[in-house]
C-alpha cells in the first residue's frame, strides 16, 4: 500500500462523508450551467441526482468526475480535497450512459483495463477480472465483444469494469436510460444491491423520478442549476416543497386555496368555490394572513372519492369528467366549479372492476386524511388563481 | 374494370419509372468512356479505335517492354505512400485536437489545413515553386514530396476529424476515470478507434496524388517523373492502347482502395462535410 492511499484511509473518520460538495459552481460562456452548490452525499449511501435535462446534474457529476473544473468551490471525496485532480488520480468507478465499453477489446479486457493501467500484476489481474465477472453473472461471456452483448449485459460488463479498481466512490450517468422497462426494474434492483454489499459512496444522475425513488438512500431534486430540495425519497415524495418538486416526483393536484384562518399549530384553508364552507386543516406550516392565496398539493392517491349519495354533508363536490383503467387502479378526472384544471384521484380495485367505477358525469364527494394535503413554498401563479 | 385498373397502377408509377430511365441513361453516360478505355486496352488493334474487334494481351505486354510506364507508376505509388504517411503525422495530430476543441481559432485553423482543397492546383503548384525555390529546395524529390504532402493532409483531417468526433468523448473518458494516463488513452483507446479513419484517409490521400498531374508538372524531373506525367508526355508521341492499359491498371488500384475504404470507415466519411 502507498502512502497516499494509507493517508486516505486514515483520514477516514467515522461521520465523514463519502462526498461533499461546497459551493460548487459552473457557468458555460455566460449560462450559469451550476448555482454554487452544497451537499453531503454520507459515506456508503447512494444519493440521486434527479432533475429535467440542463437541470445542472450532470454538469455535477462532472464535477465530481473531474471532466470538468468548477469556476469556484470544493469537492471532497472521503475528505480530501480532489477539486482540482485529473480524473485519473480521483479512483473513481463510472458507469456511462451508453456504457462506453471499449469496442476493441473483450469483456475480460474492458473490466481489466483499469487494473492493467494501474500496472497490477497479471496473476492478480486476472484473479480480480475473473471475481468481478462472477459477481455480475457473466463469468462464461469473458471473451466475448462488447457488440455482442445484450444491454443488460453490456450494463452489468461496464459496471464491473467500474468496481474491480476499489474505487473510493461510484459514479453512475443514466445507468438504465437505454434499457426497456422490465430489465431497467430489474437491473435497478441488481445495482441496488450490489452498491449496499460493497458499501460504496455512489452519485447516480437520472431523470427518471422512478429510479431515483427505489434506489436512492437520498434524492436531490435540482432545476435550472439549483438544488430544489434534498432528503430521503420517502421525505421528498411526501413533504414537497415546491410545486416543481410535487409534480416532478409523482404527479400531484395543485390547487389555490384561500387561508380562512389561523388557528393553532397550522392553518385552515378553503378550496376555491367552497366559500360557505369551514374548510380543512393543514398542520405545521408557516402563518399566512387570512385571506390570502395559498398553493397546496394532494397526490392522487390519497384523494378519495365515493358517490355524493355515501358523501358527508361538508365533503366538497366534484364531477366524474373522464375515466382511464389501469389494471389495479381506476383513474379518474374530476371537474370541479372554481377549478380551471380537472382533479386527478386514483381508486385502487379491489373486487371486481365495476364495484370500484364510477360514470362519467356522477356527483361524487371528496375527502383526504389530513396531513396528506401539504402546503407549497411556492407564490401562486396569476392562473392558478380561479 | 381490370384494364383500367392496370392503367391507372402504370399512371401511379410512372414518375419513378422516368426516374429510373433518367439515372440509368446518366450513369450510362458516365461509365461509356471508361467503359470503352477498358476494353480497348485489351484491343489487338495498332490504334485507339472503337469498336474492337479482335482481343489480345498485347498492350499489357507492350507496358512490360516499354518501361517508363510502370517505372513511373511505382514512382508514383512510393510517392504516394510517402506523403500520404508524412500527411497522417501532420494531419492525425491536428484532427484531435480540431474535432474536440470549442474555440473560435480551430475554425480557423480547420479551414486553412482543409485550404489546398479548393485552391487550383497550379496556383498552388506556383506558389510552392517559388517558396521551396526561396528556401533553396527548389526542384527535387524533396518539394515534390512536400507538395504532395501539403494535398494530402486535407483527406487525413477530413476523415480523421468525422471518425473522432463520431466516436464521441466517453470512450476516453472512461480510460481517463480508470486511471489511464494521456499517453496511455491514446495507444490503448484513441489510436485503436480511429485508425480506421486514419487508413482510409491515407488511401484517398495516395489516389489524389497517384492522379495529381499539376503538381508534379512543376516539380518532376527526369528521375522523379509521376506516372500522370509520363502518360500526357506518352499522349503527346503515341496514340496507342498501352494508354489504355496503363490507365485501366490505374482504374484497378483505385477500385481496390475504394472497396477497402468502403470495407473500412464508408465513403460517407468522404462525401459528407466535415
Known sequence: MTQATAKAQSSVTAGEPGLRLRDVCKSFGSVAALQPTSFDVPAGTLCSLLGPSGCGKTTTLRIVAGFELPDAGQVLIRGEDRTYDPPQRRKLGMVFQNYSLFPHMTVAQNVAFGLRMARVNRAETEARTRRMLDIVHLPQHADRYPHQLSGGQQQRVALARSLVTEPSMLLLDEPLGALDKNLREQMQFEIRQLQREIGITTLLVTHDQEEALTMSDMIVVMDRGRILQTGSPAEVYEHPRTRFVSEFLGTSNIIACTVAGAEEGGLRLRLPGDEGSSGFFVADVPVRPVGSTVLVAIRPEHLRIVPAGEAGPSEPRATVSGHVFRGATHVFQLQRPGLDRPLMAYRQITGPVGETALPVGAEVGLSWLPGTARLLEDEPLREDAA | ??????????????????????????????????????????????????????????????????????????????????????????????????????????????????????????????????????????????????????????????????????????????????????????????????????????????????????????????????????????????????IAAIGTVQMVIALVALLLIERTVGLKFMSSPS
Open chain 2, 1 to 242: 374494370m381490370t384494364a383500367t385498373a392496370s392503367w391507372r397502377r402504370l399512371e401511379r408509377r410512372l414518375p419513378t419509372l422516368l426516374l429510373l430511365a433518367f439515372v440509368l441513361i446518366f450513369f450510362a453516360f458516365l461509365l461509356a468512356p471508361i467503359v470503352f478505355v477498358v476494353l480497348v486496352s485489351f484491343g489487338d488493334s495498332e490504334i485507339i479505335a472503337f469498336p474492337v474487334t479482335s482481343y489480345s494481351l498485347r498492350w499489357y505486354h507492350r507496358l512490360l517492354e516499354y518501361r517508363p510506364l510502370l517505372d513511373s507508376l511505382w514512382f508514383s505509388l512510393k510517392l504516394a505512400g510517402a506523403s500520404a504517411v508524412l500527411a497522417a503525422l501532420f494531419g492525425v495530430p491536428a484532427a484531435l485536437a480540431l474535432a474536440r476543441s470549442r474555440s473560435g481559432l480551430a475554425d480557423l485553423v480547420s479551414t486553412f489545413l482543409l485550404a489546398p482543397l479548393s485552391i487550383p492546383m497550379i496556383l498552388l503548384g506556383i506558389a510552392l515553386l517559388y517558396k521551396l525555390s526561396a528556401i533553396g529546395l527548389g526542384i527535387s524529390f524533396t518539394s515534390l514530396l512536400i507538395a504532395h504532402t501539403v494535398v494530402s493532409i486535407p483527406y487525413v483531417v477530413r476523415t480523421v476529424v468525422a471518425v473522432y468526433r463520431g466516436i464521441g468523448r466517453n470512450y476516453e473518458e472512461a480510460a481517463a476515470i480508470l486511471g489511464a494516463s494521456r499517453r496511455q488513452i491514446f495507444t490503448y483507446v484513441t489510436l485503436p478507434l480511429i485508425g480506421s479513419g486514419i487508413f482510409s484517409g491515407m488511401l484517398f490521400a495516395v489516389l489524389i496524388s497517384l492522379d495529381n498531374l499539376s503538381l508534379s508538372l512543376f516539380f518532376g524531373s527526369a528521375q522523379t517523373n509521376t506516372l500522370p506525367v509520363v502518360m500526357l508526355s506518352y499522349l503527346q508521341n503515341q496514340f496507342d492502347p498501352a
